[in-house]
DNA sequence: CTGTTAGCGCCTTCAT
DNA sequence: ATGAAGGCGCTAACAG
């Protein structure tokens, strides 16, 4: 039978009001009485049962979600997962707010910080901008005490617990791997298109797909970087006139997101031959686009499992308890035709 | 404030005992007493709580594996995930006892699934061969009312209530589609190693690769499969003779385990230029082989989400309750050099 | 500093 | 057929 506080108290020879002191941690026991306790927990190998506890205390994580309300169907989605996960708060035991703010815009998502962190939650996420004032803003959240997750894209230098994304250097590499085996002839142009170098996963992206291109495919030539700020209607008119320009493009390489944009340029191209594209996030317009034929691949993360397992990690941090570190690495999904969900 | 028993007893004007027997459905109420329980139920939203229901309960989920004591590292892992799991049971409210049978053999896993029957558990997960005699056996323990769940390979025909798998018949088309692009030349021999036909994830995989191989690249010609029993020294002898014989191979596709053997035959063969090499399941063997570009592609099942997703599932059932569908997808994981973990 | 008591939401005897 | 009372493991007042 496994170990109560029942148990640890007739051991210790004290009452369950001191174990619960020792074990939460609270002030006010003797230094000789706490270690009595310790010892007895030591030896009964007691772990305490989060459930009663939390039902006992009548708990609810208060959890804030921070996203962007980018009009693309990544982040559409990625909101839907956050919304779905606050549907099923009342067996969770949390309750989930989502603040949104604009795209791409530091000073609003430090703000939003701010605010969150006088609501004094359990635990905000949010998709980084690298900022110095965002920085500053999650170490003021972490010094309050709340948990930060960041999701999708991450913040260096910042104080903030866990990161709820992929590895996007790795995710580029993939695409530069791919991209270099499927195409038959060597030598010729390919281009990429970025939503924005303010964010740090296209960068990385960005980064992991030159280092192999250089590495590996030295005679792939790499066009400037596009910049489409995710905006599927920036991203059309940007991809049709490098498609306009370079006649004989051999590969395209989409780092973020508006493929909505990106599609409809490819669709109304009349090139040739068209190009081997490789883009990111599965919704429904790249799940038909790679069933048609005009992607190639996709690189996907998956938004309702970056959604729950930041829930975890918040929770877990909240109560200082260790997560399933594997159960919370987000894989880097690669799609063709042929494994689409 | 959430709804409880206390709620609904004072709004249907009966006992918290009376609410508990609607709720659970046991007999022993008037039907119009049950009408006025269920009313209130509905019109205040009631949900149970089953953290609380399980705490009074005392309840633990009694759970069975049955798995191959195969001698490869992907059934190695499988096995070290049930044990993982096993370990966290304290927290889980679950027991789970393991079973070893030896792979292959239908007789003995019927056998092993009505001894685990007998024991009476909430649930019980197994590697399914396929064999008339392990339907049967499968049915006898649903008709038990026991939550049956296939683990990695699948079971038609049978009353299991969900799989806990990959889609086989994808992964074997997202080979075939991996190699035919990377495959620079047209026309050539293709060689396929199996484990064995008697188990349906083997049989799916072939038919998929097959399937691409011939619609997409017609050029490719596909040798004999040979069938290794995913035994390490099995398979590298087959692939030893299959490379002596086949000097100018272009690829290989392991759809089985037993890749120790494979990546040995491969090392030591003195081949020209090296052929395309796909297979499956992630280890340290194959993720070594890749980074080596010994192998050119590894897809890859995660055993750890498959077996709590595999405890997921039986306790929901076993409740009764539903699961969240996209959380229980297992999806195939492709790697190449560039994303491994 | 330490102990007593009541209760979180639910289930299970045992009466009635 | 229904209800009252006690308890699951833990925490939170409130006393001492």
Same mark, same amino acid.
């Given at each position: 039978m496994k170990p109560t506080v029942h148990d640890i108290a007739s051991k210790a020879g004290v009452s369950l009001a001191t174990v619960d002191r020792v074990i939460n941690l609270r002030p006010g026991v003797h230094a000789v009485t706490r270690a009595k306790v310790e010892t007895a927990i030591l030896e009964l190998g007691y772990v305490r049962d989060m459930a009663a506890?939390?039902?006992?205390?009548?708990? +609810?994580?208060?959890? @804030?979600?921070?996203?962007?309300?980018?009009?693309?169907?990544?982040?559409? #989605?990625?909101?839907?997962?956050? /919304?779905?996960? %606050?549907?099923?708060?009342? @067996?969770? !035991?949390? +309750?989930?707010?989502?603040?949104?703010?604009?795209?791409?815009?530091?000073?609003? *998502?430090?703000?939003?910080?701010?605010?969150?962190?006088?609501?004094?939650?359990?635990?905000?996420?949010?998709?980084?901008?690298?900022?110095?004032? $965002?920085?500053?803003? &999650?170490?003021?959240?972490?010094?309050?005490?709340?948990?930060? &997750?960041?999701?999708?894209?991450?913040?260096?230098?910042?104080?903030?617990?866990?990161?709820?994304? $992929?590895? =996007?250097?790795?995710? #580029? /590499?993939?695409?530069?791997?791919?991209?270099? /085996?499927?195409?038959?002839?060597?030598?010729?142009?390919?281009?990429v298109l970025a939503g924005s170098m303010l964010v740090k996963d296209h960068r990385e992206r960005l980064a992991g797909f030159k280092a192999v291109m250089e590495e590996e495919f030295p005679d792939l030539r790499? *066009?400037?970087?596009?910049? #489409?700020?995710?905006?599927?209607?920036? @991203?059309?008119?940007? @991809?049709?006139?490098?498609?306009?320009?370079?006649?004989?493009?051999? #590969?395209?390489?989409?780092?973020?997101?508006? =493929? /909505?944009?990106?599609?409809?340029?490819?669709? +109304?191209? !009349?090139?040739?031959?068209?190009?081997?594209?490789? %883009?990111?996030?599965?919704?429904?317009n790249t799940t038909n686009a790679l069933a048609e034929g005009v992607l190639d691949a996709v690189l996907n993360q998956n938004a309702g499992h970056e959604v729950r397992s930041a829930i975890r990690v918040l929770k877990a941090r909240a109560d200082g308890l260790a997560v399933i570190e594997a159960q919370e690495r987000i894989r880097i999904d690669i799609f063709l035709r042929d494994n689409l969900p």
């Open positions: 506890a939390n039902l006992a205390k009548g708990r +609810s994580y208060a959890l @804030v979600f921070i996203l962007p309300n980018n009009d693309n169907s990544f982040m559409a #989605g990625l909101r839907a997962e956050v /919304r779905a996960a %606050a549907s099923r708060s009342y @067996v969770d !035991r949390t +309750s989930i707010r989502i603040i949104e703010v604009p795209p791409f815009d530091a000073a609003a *998502l430090a703000q939003a910080l701010d605010v969150a962190r006088l609501e004094k939650p359990s635990g905000v996420a949010f998709v980084a901008i690298d900022a110095e004032d $965002v920085v500053e803003a &999650v170490d003021r959240l972490t010094d309050s005490g709340i948990a930060a &997750v960041t999701l999708v894209s991450d913040l260096t230098g910042s104080r903030r617990d866990h990161f709820a994304g $992929v590895d =996007n250097v790795a995710a #580029g /590499r993939t695409a530069a791997s791919l991209m270099g /085996r499927f195409l038959p002839e060597k030598g010729g142009d390919v281009a790499l *066009l400037p970087v596009l910049e #489409g700020r995710d905006d599927p209607d920036t @991203v059309q008119r940007l @991809v049709a006139e490098c498609l306009e320009t370079n006649p004989q493009l051999l #590969g395209l390489y989409s780092l973020g997101a508006g =493929n /909505r944009g990106l599609i409809k340029a490819l669709k +109304s191209s !009349r090139q040739l031959s068209s190009p081997c594209v490789i %883009a990111h996030e599965l919704t429904e």
